[in-house]
């Protein structure tokens, strides 16, 4: 069998078929991803037949690239970019994947404060002052979080809250408070409820590395979310956000006006 069986060229249109080979997906992908936008108009022969180009390859490739799971601040400069290159414009796009790149960082920058100040308040410095101990109600309205929240951190173990023994309410001191400021920055960073917990649980058996806790689930733990590995996850999509880039650069190439 020749070497270039099957291998995309510009010589002749190329099928579906061919175009998922290249690629390594599905027939219905390509088809999809046509339907949604994500793919150049596609010219159709007497038969009916699509007639796919280099450029579909292309194309099909950025789109796989580009639009993975998870999106760190948001999935438009994604699905932008995607868009553009689809509708010719690969300079627009080119612009779309370094904005998508710097959010990315940005999110990384936000994740490393809150591990930060976590590692902080896990040497015992403390992260808060309050004198009087407070109502639910009040520490919701401070940390700007509503009263469930506060409960279902309590419910998923980040939290034990002592009571007033006399009228059971919940009485938050400087301790508590602190920890939930641990815990809001964490989240607010992207960081799941479970990875929190697995860094509280390790902490109180004496481990110091809080960090790496955070980004290291144990081997029996079940793993739903990116957000359960989130430092793995900030530097996958960073250097997908490059792949995508390194991408755009070549296509423009490609496509260059001739010398």
């Not at 690629?23 to 936008?37: A, C, D, I, S």
């Not at 009916?48 to 690239?65: I, N, S």
């Not at 414009?89 to 080119?94: K, T």
């Not at 612009?95 to 976590?118: G, K, N």
Request: aromatic letters at 6%; a positive charge.
């Amino acid at each position: 069998m020749s070497p270039d069986r099957g291998r995309p060229t510009k010589q002749r249109p190329l099928r579906t078929a061919e175009v998922a080979r290249a690629v390594g997906v599905h027939p219905n992908t390509v088809r999809l991803y046509e339907e949604w936008g994500f793919l150049p108009p596609i010219p159709r022969g007497p038969n009916g037949y699509r007639l796919f180009t280099t450029e579909h390859v292309d194309q099909m490739r950025l789109a796989r690239t580009a639009l993975q799971w998870p999106y760190p601040g948001g999935k438009d400069p994604v699905l932008a970019l995607v868009l553009r290159a689809a509708a010719g414009d690969l300079g627009g796009a080119l612009e779309e994947a370094y904005r998508y790149l710097a959010q990315v960082r940005a999110e990384c920058a936000e994740a490393e404060a809150a591990a930060e100040f976590l590692d902080q308040w896990a040497r015992g410095v403390p992260a808060d002052a309050t004198a009087e101990p407070l109502r639910i109600g009040q520490v919701a309205e401070r940390l700007g979080v509503t009263i469930d929240t506060l409960r279902s951190w309590e419910r998923n173990g980040l939290i034990a809250v002592p009571r007033d023994l006399r009228s059971g309410y919940r009485r938050y001191s400087a301790a508590e408070i602190g920890r939930l400021r641990v815990i809001r920055l964490l989240r607010q960073a992207g960081y799941s409820c479970m990875a929190i917990l697995r860094m509280f649980l390790r902490l109180q058996h004496g481990l110091d590395d809080v960090r790496h806790a955070l980004d290291t689930p144990s081997p029996d733990e079940d793993v739903y979310t990116a957000a359960d590995r989130w430092q793995s996850a900030l530097r996958d999509q960073e250097r997908r956000a490059q792949d995508v880039i390194a991408q755009l650069r070549a296509m423009i190439a490609r496509r260059g006006p001739p010398h």
